[in-house]
Antibody, heavy 116, light 112 residues
Framework: EVQLVESGGGLVQPGGSLRLSCAAS????????MTWVRQAPGKGLECVANIKQDGSERYYVDSVKGRFTISRDNAKNSLYLQMNSLRAEDTAVYYC?????????WGQGTMVTVSS | DVVMTQSPLSLPVTLGQAASISCRSSQSLVYSDGNTYLSWFQQRPGQSPRRLIY???KRDSGVPDRFTGSGSGTDFTLKISRVEAEDVGVYYC?????????FGQGTKVEIK
C-alpha cells in the first residue's frame, strides 16, 4: 500500500524557515516524480514544486521561486521542502503527492502557520 | 499559467439524483505525447484530496462506476450518476499538462 507521511510543520514567524519532510513507503520511490501541494485554510489547492526521479529537474510556482527548495533522498525514500523567508501567505496545509499521470496518491498533510 | 474554471461552485443535490460539474481550461490540455492530463479529485471534509479520474476519463482503482469523466481540449465534465451521502465534499479538476499544474476553484457538493 502506498503511504506518504508528511512532517515538520509548525508555527514560524514571518521571515523564518522550516523544512518539511515526506516519508514514502509501499512503492519504489526512486522511480516517481514527486510534488508538493498546499492548501490555505478554507481555500483551494496550489502545486508548489515538483522534482524528477533523480532530482535533476525541479520546478516551482512563481510565488515560491527563490525561497523554497524541493529535494529528495532516494536512499531514504524521502522528499523534502526547505522553506525560507516565509510569509503570512505561505500559511497552509502542505501535502506531498506521487505523480502517476497526475497526482495519484497524497499524504495527510502537515500544517504550516506563519505568524508573529 | 493555465486557468481552470469550474461551474457551479455550489451544487445542492438530492440523494439518488445525478450531478454534473463543468471544468474549462484557458488553453488546450493536449500534451505533446497526444494525451490530455486532466484529473478530478474529491476532498471530503477534514480529509486529503483523493483522485477519482485521470486522463479525462480513466477511473482510479476503487472508485465507484457512478463517477464518469468526459471531455476534450478545453472542456471537461465530471458526472455522478446517482449521488450518495458519502459523495458530499469539494470536487476539483486539475490540469497536469503545463507546469505549474493548476486546479479549478472547487465545487462543493452537498445534499439538499
Amino acid at each position: 500500500e502506498v503511504q506518504l507521511v508528511e512532517s515538520g510543520g509548525g508555527l514560524v514567524q514571518p521571515g523564518g524557515s522550516l523544512r518539511l519532510s515526506c516519508a514514502a513507503s509501499g512503492f519504489t520511490f526512486s522511480t516517481y516524480w514527486m510534488t508538493w501541494v498546499r492548501q490555505a485554510p478554507g481555500k483551494g489547492l496550489e502545486c508548489v514544486a515538483n522534482i524528477k526521479q533523480d532530482g535533476s529537474e525541479r520546478y516551482y510556482v512563481d510565488s515560491v521561486k527563490g525561497r523554497f527548495t524541493i529535494s529528495r533522498d532516494n536512499a531514504k525514500n524521502s522528499l523534502y521542502l526547505q522553506m525560507n523567508s516565509l510569509r503570512a501567505e505561505d500559511t497552509a496545509v502542505y501535502y506531498c503527492a506521487r505523480e502517476t499521470r497526475g497526482l495519484s496518491h497524497w499524504g495527510q498533510g502537515t500544517m504550516v502557520t506563519v505568524s508573529s | 499559467d493555465v486557468v481552470m474554471t469550474q461551474s457551479p461552485l455550489s451544487l445542492p443535490v438530492t440523494l439518488g439524483q445525478a450531478a454534473s460539474i463543468s471544468c474549462r481550461s484557458s488553453q488546450s490540455l493536449v500534451y505533446s505525447d497526444g494525451n490530455t492530463y486532466l484529473s478530478w479529485f474529491q476532498q471530503r471534509p477534514g480529509q486529503s484530496p483523493r483522485r477519482l479520474i485521470y486522463m479525462v476519463s480513466k477511473r482510479d482503482s476503487g472508485v465507484p462506476d457512478r463517477f464518469t469523466g468526459s471531455g476534450s481540449g478545453t472542456d471537461f465534465t465530471l458526472k455522478i450518476s446517482r449521488v450518495e451521502a458519502e459523495d458530499v465534499g469539494v470536487y476539483y479538476c486539475m490540469q497536469g499538462t503545463r507546469w505549474p499544474w493548476t486546479f479549478g476553484q472547487g465545487t462543493k457538493v452537498e445534499i439538499k
